[in-house]
């Protein structure tokens, strides 16, 4: 096919499956499917007939059956898309759902005081949910309805808009049939114009299971949808939170100014009813729950968050546990070498006792050795004294010998003069006669002394 709703034939590649218009901003199914397909003529073998509730639902894409989606949904889906309507339409205002499944939201909104009815392709689903929610069902396509144009306050489309094989038509059909005021509220997928076809498929991207090109003909962005009902005169769009918010968009969008009731409004139109009240009460239920479930999110991330915790302070437990046996063995080892240098300190004591007392000893010692100095270099000095007297006198005596010696030589040579003199003297003749003679012995012994008698 490959040709936008917008009318752009050059499509950009995004898969295999589905072109890219840049124009718009539109994911555009290759496959494409055209309003004939789309209706059911025979529900055993055409597309939307009973196979696609049942088998292909299941099987195929792993969807609960239509008997538990009938149970089901009524609080996963239809009590967030009634509480959505409300803010926007009030009981008892008249809606009708296209693509309504088997009926449970048309049952709900009916409950709470809607004047809702419901259209869907296949008249065996019609039938069903006909049976199992009483509710009033017709066989679509719509455009073949008797509905009188500008009759009705809402029309709301859950999952079908990305499903038509021309959104064009059968939303300007849809927009005809609504009152100057109403809206339309749709559910439908979110293409975002970044997405990238491979970044999808290689982070395993939550809106990779919307690329059903047999089914989803339009995967619309927020910029395509709403130049689509621009296009059709309904300029007032108002974006509200998706159930399924990773892959869907839900918004409310009209041809007058949204106009949107406070919660106290809404309080009072459902309990103006017994049934409203009901619904009312499931309201409150799922707030409380979706409350709790708030609560329990936050609760499981800070349990993980404290998990973390406590895994890390084990880890610094465990490490703080091996460090203090560390430290133990450490401080047995230091004990062990602190009495070891104990004892050495006493054997060392000891050792330095015995050197004290050697050392008083040779103290004393050699106080005793040094007066012995004192008293040796004190005799020793007086030896030298002594010695130095003894010099002099040696010296003095030295002296007085070689005076001597001079002296005695002076009269040894004196006596020989004498002597000769004597020899001399004797030797005169009267003399030696006097020797010889003389009654004087005295004369005698001189003259033999100087030899002189023999003469
Ligand atoms: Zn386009």
């Not at 130049?227 to 009209?254: H, K, N, T």
């Not at 949204?258 to 009901?278: C, F, H, K, M, W």
């Not at 002099?392 to 003199?421: H, N």
Request: hydrophobic share 40%; charged share 25%; net charge negative.
């Amino acid at each position: 096919m490959g040709i936008c709703w917008c009318g752009n034939t050059k499509l950009l590649s995004f898969s295999a499956e589905y072109g890219e218009c840049d124009e718009c901003g539109t994911l555009v199914s290759l496959e494409g499917m055209t309003p004939e397909q789309l209706r059911v003529g025979n529900d055993e073998t055409d597309f939307y007939g009973k196979q696609y509730w049942l088998n292909h639902q299941s099987s195929d894409l792993g969807f609960p059956d239509i008997y538990k989606r009938a149970r089901n949904d009524l609080t996963e889906r239809n009590l967030h898309w009634l509480k959505t309507l409300l803010k926007y339409r009030l009981p008892s205002a008249k809606v009708l759902e296209l693509g309504c499944s088997h009926g449970s939201f048309v049952a709900l909104m009916r409950q709470a005081g809607y004047d809702a009815a419901g259209v869907e392709m296949s008249p065996w689903v019609v039938e069903f949910g006909q049976k199992i929610f009483g509710v009033p069902i017709s066989v679509g396509p719509i455009e073949n309805l008797d509905i009188v144009p500008g009759s009705l306050d809402v029309i709301a489309l859950m999952d079908v808009l990305e499903h038509l094989p021309d959104p064009v038509a059968t939303m300007a059909h849809c927009l005809q049939l609504l009152k100057p005021d109403g809206i339309l509220l749709i559910q439908t997928p979110q293409f975002k114009e970044e997405m990238d076809y491979t970044a999808l498929v290689e982070t395993k991207g939550a809106f990779l299971e919307q690329l059903k090109a047999d089914e989803h003909l339009y995967l619309f962005s927020d910029r395509s949808v709403t130049r689509l009902f621009q296009q059709l005169g309904a300029e007032y769009i108002e974006f509200v939170p998706a159930i399924f918010g990773i892959y869907d968009m839900f918004f409310a969008v009209s041809r007058a100014q949204l106009q949107v009731n406070i919660p106290e409004q809404v309080d009072s139109a459902l309990l103006s009813t017994s049934n409203g009240r009901l619904a009312l009460a499931l309201l409150d239920l799922r707030e409380r729950e979706l409350d709790l479930m708030r609560k329990l999110q936050e609760s499981e991330s800070d349990r993980a968050a404290r998990w973390t915790q406590i895994e890390t302070l084990t880890a610094m437990l465990k490490e703080s546990e091996s460090d203090r046996a560390a430290r133990g063995e450490q401080i047995e080892t230091l004990t062990r070498m602190l009495r070891g240098s104990k004892a050495n300190r006493v054997g060392l004591g000891e050792q330095i006792e015995s050197l004290a007392g050697m050392l008083k000893k040779s103290d004393s010692d050699r106080a005793a050795l040094g007066v012995q100095i004192d008293s040796l270099t004190a005799m020793l000095t007086e030896l030298d004294f002594d010695r130095a007297a003894r010099g002099e006198q040696i010296e003095s005596l030295s002296g007085m010998l070689k005076e001597f010696k001079a002296d005695s030589a002076a009269r040894g040579e004196q006596i020989e003069m004498l002597v000769v003199d004597l020899r001399a003297l004797f030797a005169r003749p009267g003399f030696r006669w006097l020797i010889r003679f003389s009654s004087w012995p005295e004369v005698r012994k001189l003259a033999e002394r100087v030899g002189a008698h023999n003469e």
